[in-house]
């Protein structure tokens, strides 16, 4: 199965509509399955004079973040062209609702799923109206503890069960972990917690990935990350709150490559030699082996017997059951024994 990969272009277009529209043709490029942008009213998000993080205030400087988000809406007449050049790249069009109108706008726009952003993970009456919709749900979850988590899935399957919506959990829910630092230092990443929400909510698991680079999405990926999210720019030299730490193009191409090569890497699991294996196993592996000329008659033993490659007769297994044995015929040094050699 390969894993679903969100370019996320988030708020970096900042607020220019050409902008957002060559972030889909990178992502497009770079090979990714989908691409994100972030929709909401900064009126109905934050409330004036609200604080910046401290990395918004490195990356962006004076103001509170209703400034900031204010100047970084992207207007809702720019959907419809962000819509129709994702589909004509063959990408998946997606962004993250901050609100029920965003979300009811959004779905109007023939959005397929819908993603939930971490700060929102404790927001159940929001979860509640974008679990109604019934459309697939990817729940981010950053800064959560399991608890948390595992109470926003609850609502989200209480939610499905009332309305009559049927089918699995697992289809329709993935859950992402996440680390929410701009960048996320590796040591506090914490992947094993992967494993963690897999098992406690029999669900499927992602990766949303703040890292600087790409090693930790593609480890993500070898411990079974179903999505990967990464953020991306044009260039980290521009002025936002994101762009610092995301990708750039060459990079976002080299990371898809690199989860896709991943992902033929992984098998099946069954523990088995390859194809190719199995013309080189011989050629590696040792048989019983003749350690000098031995006479029709002559009783096999440690002093004229070794192991050599290669591994085309009696198996080394099988030394000790030839002690005592004799040979059917002349046999010269060094010769690679089989049974027809043994009495």
Not at 41 to 46: I, K, M, P, Y
Not at 66 to 71: G, I, S, T, V
Not at 245 to 259: D, F, G, N, Y
Request: hydrophobic content about 45%; charged content about 20%; proline content about 4%.
């Amino acid at each position: 199965m390969n894993t679903f990969i969100i370019a996320e272009a988030g708020v970096n277009h900042n607020g220019d509509t050409a902008l957002a529209l060559e972030l889909v043709d990178i992502a497009a490029d770079a090979g990714a399955d989908a691409i994100k942008f972030q929709t909401f009213s900064a009126d109905r998000l934050v409330r004036e004079g609200a604080p910046k993080a401290e990395y918004q205030r490195t990356q962006t400087g004076d103001g509170d973040q209703h400034q900031m988000l204010k100047a970084l809406e992207l207007p809702e007449a720019s959907y419809e062209a962000l819509v129709q050049r994702c589909a004509a790249r063959g990408i998946e069009f997606m962004s993250t609702p901050f609100d029920e109108e965003a979300a009811s706008f959004l779905i109007g726009l023939g959005m397929r799923r819908i993603k939930v952003p971490s700060g929102e993970i404790t927001n159940i009456p929001f979860l509640k109206i974008l679990a109604a919709y019934g459309v697939p749900l990817i729940l981010s979850t950053g800064m959560a503890n399991l608890q948390e988590v595992e109470a926003a899935v609850a609502a989200v399957q209480a939610t499905r069960e009332a309305l009559g919506h049927t089918g699995k959990l697992s289809d329709y829910v993935t859950v992402l972990h996440c680390t929410s630092n701009y960048p996320a230092a590796a040591a506090d990443v914490n992947l094993r917690a992967m494993a963690t929400m897999r098992q406690a909510l029999n669900l499927p698991i992602g990766y949303s990935d703040h890292t600087d680079g790409i090693a930790i999405s593609i480890a993500a990926v070898a411990q079974g990350a179903s999505v990967i999210e990464k953020h991306f720019t044009i260039s980290r030299d521009m002025k936002g709150p994101d762009h610092k730490a995301s990708l750039e193009p060459a990079e976002l191409r080299t990371m898809v490559q690199s989860i896709r090569l991943v992902e033929q890497a992984q098998g099946d699991g069954v523990k088995t030699p390859a194809q190719k294996e199995l013309a080189v196993r011989d050629l590696v592996r040792r048989s019983v082996t003749s350690a000098a000329a031995i006479k029709k008659g002559e009783v096999f033993g440690a002093h004229n017997l070794t192991l050599l490659r290669p591994g085309t007769g009696i198996a080394p297994a099988d030394l000790a059951n030839l002690y005592g044995k004799t040979a059917t015929h002349d046999i010269p040094s060094r010769t690679t024994l089989t049974w027809t050699d043994v009495e």
